[in-house]
């Protein structure tokens, strides 16, 4: 079955870059109506989607993150990837990738890795 | 960017009661709503896709209604493994946003 690992920096000091990657294990990215999402959770707070990312590399942002984020896909390494630019405390966030399934324009998070904690501090 | 809406933030009900949480949309989602579990630390987990469709391994006491703006996810027999908070989540419009959570403890 289908499993999603996030790896990455855990602790990023503001104003520098957070980058993560999550691993797709049990089938491929490529495969299929899939689409592949980051969503966070900053501590005691509700869920976040940041975006989401097609494996021929088409992407939506969220536009609350303004130009700060970019999403990318690596087919060859079956993984994909998020980099959050210019962080602040207010980055710090469980951070979780998720494979979103598509019907139609219904679109629903069926897949979640286990997430991965950032922490922004200096 | 579509709010979504639940009520109540938190519950507490007894091993075996009913119980209903409500998303509410701010504006019409038709169907694109979806619905996840969370327990603490974990992951969260997709129980209802399309406002009503129970996902795969997604005990039978778990069901989800509604369209246009108000939804209902149900669960008809409260056991102990549901305590988690629950979210809904619209994907008619991007971003996609979710409610804000609704608690459920044991009593």
């Known amino acids: 079955q289908l499993q999603l690992q996030e790896s990455g920096s855990g602790l990023v000091k503001p104003s520098q870059t957070l980058s993560l990657t999550c691993a797709v294990s049990g089938g491929s990215i490529s495969g299929g109506d899939y689409s592949w999402s980051w969503v966070r959770q900053p501590p005691g707070k509700g869920l976040e989607w940041l975006g989401y990312i097609f494996h021929t590399g088409t992407t939506f942002y969220n536009p609350s993150l303004k130009s700060r984020v970019t999403m990318s896909v690596d087919t060859a390494k079956n993984q994909f990837s998020l980099r959050l630019r210019s962080v602040t405390a207010a980055d710090t966030a469980v951070y979780f990738c998720?494979?979103?399934?598509?019907?139609?324009?219904?679109?629903?998070?069926?897949?979640w890795g286990s997430g991965t904690t950032v922490t922004v501090s200096s | 960017d579509i709010q979504m809406t639940q009520a109540p933030p938190s519950l507490s009900a007894s091993v075996g009661d009913r119980v209903t949480i409500t998303c509410r949309a701010s504006q019409t989602i038709d169907n694109y709503l979806n619905w996840y579990q969370q327990k603490p630390g974990k992951a969260p987990k997709l129980l209802i896709y399309?406002?009503?469709n129970l996902q795969g391994g997604v005990p039978l006491r778990f069901s989800g209604s509604g369209s246009g703006t108000d939804f209902t996810l149900t669960i008809s027999s409260l056991q102990p493994e549901d305590i988690a908070t629950y979210y809904c989540?619209?994907?008619?419009?991007?971003?996609?946003?979710f409610g804000q959570g609704t608690k459920v403890e044991i009593k």
């Open positions: 989540q619209q994907n008619y419009k991007t971003p996609w946003t």
């Open positions: 998720a494979r979103d399934r598509y019907q139609g324009f219904y679109f629903y998070m069926d897949v």
């Open positions: 399309i406002a009503s």
